[in-house]
Nanobody, 121 residues
Framework: QVELVESGGGLVQPGGSLRLSCVAS????????MGWYRQAPGKQRELVAV???????NYADSVKGRFTISGEYSKNAVYLQMNSLKPEDTAVYYC???????????????WGKGTLVTVSS
C-alpha cells in the first residue's frame, strides 16, 4: 500500500506565493515520475507540472514562468513553488506519482488526497 500526502495549501492574496510538498511512502517499487494536477470547482482535473527522476520537467502553459517543480526522488518527494498566484489558480492540488512496478506489470498511477489552494483578495 502506497500513500501520498500533500501539504502547503492555504489562502493567499493575488500575487502571493505558496510552496506545496508531497511525500510518498509505503510499498514502492520505483517511482520514476511525480507531479501535480489541479481541479477547480466545475472543471476537469488538469496537469500543472511533472518531473521525471532524471530531472526533466514539463509545465502547463498557464503556469510557465510562475511555478517551479522540483523532486527529491531519494525521499520520494516532490515540491511545487508557486509564485505570482492568480485567482484562476484556485483549485484542489493533487500530487501524482507513477510507480514502475515489477517487470511484466503496468506502471501504477498513485494519487494523494489533495490540498486546497485559494487565491483571493
Amino acid at each position: 500500500q502506497v500513500e501520498l500526502v500533500e501539504s502547503g495549501g492555504g489562502l493567499v492574496q493575488p500575487g502571493g506565493s505558496l510552496r506545496l510538498s508531497c511525500v510518498a511512502s509505503g510499498s514502492i517499487f520505483s517511482i520514476y515520475q511525480m507531479g501535480w494536477y489541479r481541479q477547480a470547482p466545475g472543471k476537469q482535473r488538469e496537469l500543472v507540472a511533472v518531473i521525471t527522476s532524471g530531472g526533466i520537467a514539463n509545465y502547463a502553459d498557464s503556469v510557465k514562468g510562475r511555478f517551479t517543480i522540483s523532486g527529491e526522488y531519494s525521499k520520494n518527494a516532490v515540491y511545487l513553488q508557486m509564485n505570482s498566484l492568480k485567482p484562476e489558480d484556485t483549485a484542489v492540488y493533487y500530487c501524482n506519482a507513477v510507480d514502475r512496478g515489477s517487470p511484466y506489470q503496468l506502471p501504477t498511477d498513485l494519487w494523494g488526497k489533495g490540498t486546497l489552494v485559494t487565491v483571493s483578495s
